[in-house]
Each structure stands twice: as C-alpha cells, then as structure tokens.
C-alpha cells in the first residue's frame, strides 16, 4: 500500500472515531446525559485531533521522501537525501540508513564509505548505528580484508551483531581465509538467534568449509548438523523458512545475499 493511501486511511479512521464520538451519545443517551459525556470525553478528542495534525504535519513535510520511496525512482532519491544530509549537513540517521542503501541498490559502494569518511568527522555515532551496511559496502567494493579489519572490533558491541559476525565470515570467506569463517559459523550454527544466519551459517559450513578444511571436515559438519537441526526445530517447514527470508529480504544485510539464502533453504529441507 502507497504511504499517501496509508496517511488519507488513517485520516478517515481518526475521523469516523471523533464522529462517532460526539454523535453517539447523543442517540443513545439523550441530550442531557450526551452534554455530560462529551464534557468528561473532550480531552481524548482533542489528544486525537492533535495526533492527527501532528501526523498529517510530518506526512507533507517528507512526502517528497515518500513519493520516491514509492516510485523506487533510486537516482533521484539519493540526489534528494545527500541534499539533505551532504549539503545542508542533517546527519539524521533515517535519512544516513536510507541513503546509505540506496547507495548499495545502485550498486555504488565507494560513495558509502565517502558518506562514512564525511560522518567520522560530522558524527561518528552515525557510523556505529549502520555499521553493517557500511561493513557490506567494503564487501561490494571487493575490500575484503578491510570489510573483516572494519568488522572485528564489532563482533560484540555492534546491535547487529549476529550479522556482523556472520558477514565477517562472508569477507574471510572471499578472502579464502577459511580458518576464519569457519570459526566465526561455527559459533553463529550454535549461538545465532536469527534463523537466517544459522541456517546459512551450517549451509556453508557443511557445502564449502568441509571442503576447503579437510582437517576441520567433521568439526564443521557437526557444527552444520546443530544448525540445522535448530532452524528446522523453529521453522519446521520449507514454507515456514520461505516466509521469513521474505520478511527479511527487505533488509540490505538479507538482500545481498538472497541467492545464498535460496541455497540454504534448499540444503535445510533436502
């Protein structure tokens, strides 16, 4: 549903709930007794009037913002955001994630760590708060060895940090670091709370890992074992599994990876 069908619904709800407010009681009640009520009910009224305004306010003050959104016209809404946050300087984080992934939706990862370059000066809290993304763009930006330099001092702090572990294993991975993977999914196939790391998690562990580290072949194939058995235990079918990478996949650290995640799902339910 459009953001401006959302907004005008919301509107006629709101409405409809302050009518059938003051009208009600007046039908049901009667004159006298309706007076009484909307006297002690006004205060709600108004609470909701003041919502509605205060909604509608902040709707036409970004609804350039959603229109974009909503046209997925990208080009366009980077140019809008980075006047907003580039030239005017509004280092807001909304406007920084959102930028930030429009920045990887057209492929540009080198304009994410100029954004992170501008930020660690203007405000470098920016940079914690979406340190996953800007993890990722060294990834795209083929920076492997930076990507796992960028994301080991986070491994613990980070409010991602299922998928900043998992994606430091992504870049050792490429790296063809292998020791370092496989330790960081054998800790995420046990320990991750998010499915979706687990589950990819085991399915690198017993379709790659085993492969490249013959020495660690029944290590990493216990630890894919554990893995599995926990994403099927909670998502017991392959619909189930379907339905949760859809709710993640409009997440940039999920859309990155969709065809892994397809793999996945097919390795956990063969």
Request: proline letters at 3%; aromatic letters at 14%; one cysteine or more.
């Amino acid at each position: 549903m459009k953001f401006r069908s959302v907004f005008i619904l919301f509107n006629i709800i709101i409405l409809l709930f302050l009518v059938f407010v003051a009208l009600i009681p007046h039908f049901l009640l009667g004159n006298e007794f309706s007076f009484a009520f909307l006297r002690s009910a006004w205060p709600l009224a108004v609470f909701l009037a003041l919502t509605l305004a205060g909604l509608d306010l902040f709707y036409f003050l970004n609804r350039r913002l959603y229109s974009l959104l909503e046209k997925e016209d990208w080009p366009a809404l980077v140019q809008f955001l980075e006047g907003k946050v580039i030239t005017k300087g509004r280092y807001r984080d909304r406007f920084v994630k959102l930028l930030t992934n429009s920045y990887l939706v057209l492929s540009d990862p080198a304009s994410v760590i100029e954004l992170e370059n501008k930020l660690s000066v203007a405000k470098p809290s920016l940079i914690e708060a979406n340190s996953l993304v800007f993890g990722i763009a060294r990834i795209l930006g083929r920076d492997y060895s930076g990507a796992m330099e960028f994301f080991s001092p986070r491994l613990d702090t980070a409010k991602d940090s299922g998928w900043i572990r998992f994606y430091r294993g992504f870049a050792a991975l490429l790296k063809a670091d292998y020791e370092t993977a496989a330790n960081d999914y054998v800790v995420l196939a046990s320990e991750s709370r998010v499915p979706l790391v687990t589950g990819l998690s085991g399915y690198f562990l017993s379709e790659v890992l085993k492969k490249k580290l013959p020495a660690r072949s029944t290590e990493c194939l216990r630890a894919a074992k554990i893995a599995r058995e926990r994403v099927t235990k909670g998502l017991p079918g392959r619909k189930d599994w379907n339905r949760e990478t859809s709710r993640s996949l409009g997440e940039i650290s999920a859309a990155v990876i969709s065809k892994y995640i397809g793999n996945a799902g097919r390795w956990l339910y063969a």
